[in-house]
């Protein structure tokens, strides 16, 4: 038998190892709220069947997402913050919203949007004058009226301003959804507009231009920042709204995360251009924690093979020479390698020597490109989203995504 005296004794060692166990795990969970849950969304085979309607496209998003972070709950708890991350242009084919079935068999990416324009006929007509009136209103234009290029612009520029309204209603609703029910940051993507006006109470599409846009989600679903593509790709330049003479200011591309830092949003190439990336850092604070950049690496072989230098969209960045492409195996290697992925870390590295007088610099900062793998129509895409930081790559996927804790 135990006695009085014993039982206290072991009464007051398991209450002990209670209170350890206790401590442990409120140290442990106090870790867990200061760290960052970044999810990075890799859709797998996205084609253009997943933006039938509305309904298709949500449901397709949030599959994603859980793919990516490989659990059922909608909310982690367990992170004081959560981001989440989806690829460049995942929002451009809601062009296709609530069109005829026979839209999703065409295998040719540009008849389908002919098909498009024929099936919205009367609307189409409207938008393709005034974008003919907007296009040639400029003299030296006119020798551009034989050019398939020009045309085939116009025309796309037509159909999405078109369908600009249905599209960003869906692309508002499907990423502020998540974003409150994740209870998330959420990069959605980009997507083709006009400018978008927006403050905390209102958001509207304008007349404005027409843009590559990635929009950022607060927790509670209101939009906190749009970052606008400055460097169209090949594809892109006869189609978007040339941005002359634009001036770079620090607040175009960053936006400031509650309790965690700033982060730099850049659409695909731009994160090659110095220009896009702020130049007047005097304070720690100042320093990016996160580089973000959605990206679309089409055709699918590209992301493999040697890459040869734009063709048609201007010189490369100022400081990106020839060495580069000479000692590159692929376009992979310059995105993950010596290329856009340790700008961010050489101006860290130089604002600490300015800051150097200071102690307790922390200069850590992670470079995040996020991209997907499928076919919408003929328009294919292959490439890896990865996270590195100054010194390698973390992590590396072309299937679903991944999820990362920061701190």
């Given at each position: 038998m135990i006695s009085h005296q014993e039982g206290e004794q072991v009464v007051s060692q398991q209450q002990q190892i209670i209170d350890d166990n206790n401590v442990e795990n409120v140290s442990s969970s106090d870790q867990a709220n200061n760290e960052t849950n970044i999810i990075v969304v890799h859709p797998t085979n996205l084609n253009q069947d997943y933006y039938r309607n509305e309904e298709t496209f949500k449901q397709a998003m949030n599959n994603f997402v859980d793919l990516a972070s490989k659990q059922e709950e909608s909310i982690d708890k367990s992170f004081k913050r959560n981001?989440?991350?989806?690829?460049?242009?995942?929002?451009?084919?809601?062009?296709?919203?609530?069109?005829q079935p026979f839209t999703f068999w065409i295998p040719s990416q540009l008849l389908a949007i002919i098909f498009i324009a024929f099936s919205n006929i009367i609307q189409f007509i409207r938008y393709f004058i005034n974008e003919c009136w907007i296009y040639f209103s400029e003299i030296k234009r006119l020798t551009n009226l034989?050019?398939?290029?020009?045309?085939?612009?116009?025309?796309?520029?037509?159909?999405?301003?078109?369908?600009?309204?249905?599209?960003?209603?869906?692309?508002?609703?499907?990423?502020?959804?998540i974003a409150i029910n994740r209870n998330a940051y959420v990069i959605a993507g980009s997507i083709y507009l006009p400018k978008i006006e927006y403050t905390h109470k209102f958001k509207r599409l304008t007349n404005d231009g027409f843009y590559n846009q990635s929009i950022v989600f607060d927790p509670?679903?209101?939009?906190?920042?749009?970052s606008v593509k400055a460097f169209p790709s090949e594809d892109e330049h006869y189609i978007l709204t040339k941005q002359k003479d634009r001036i770079f200011k620090s607040n175009d591309f960053t936006f400031e995360i509650e309790d965690f830092g700033r982060v730099i949003l850049l659409i695909g190439y731009d994160s090659w251009y110095p220009n896009c990336y702020p130049t007047a850092i005097s304070k720690e604070k100042d320093m990016p924690k996160l580089v973000i950049v959605p990206f679309l690496s089409s055709p699918a072989n590209s992301w493999k093979e040697c890459w040869q230098g734009f063709q048609d969209n201007g010189p490369l960045p100022q400081d990106f020479d020839e060495f580069n492409l000479a000692n590159s195996t692929s376009l992979s290697d310059l995105w993950k390698g010596d290329g856009a992925g340790l700008r961010i870390f050489k101006q860290n590295k130089t604002t600490s020597n300015q800051l150097s007088t200071t102690n307790n610099i922390n200069?850590?900062?992670?470079?995040?490109?996020?991209?997907?793998?499928?076919?919408?129509?003929s328009l294919s895409a292959n490439g890896e989203s990865f996270i590195r930081n100054s010194e390698k790559v973390l992590l590396e996927t072309n299937l679903n995504g991944f999820n990362i804790s920061i701190k």
């Open positions: 981001i989440i991350i989806f690829p460049e242009m995942i929002g451009a084919w809601l062009i296709c919203l609530n069109e034989l050019s398939f290029v020009a045309w085939e612009g116009i025309i796309y520029r037509s159909i999405f301003k078109m369908k600009s309204q249905l599209m960003f209603d869906v692309y508002l609703s499907t990423f502020s959804e509670r679903g209101n939009i906190c920042h749009i200069t850590s900062s992670y470079f995040i490109c996020c991209q997907m793998t499928g076919k919408i129509w």
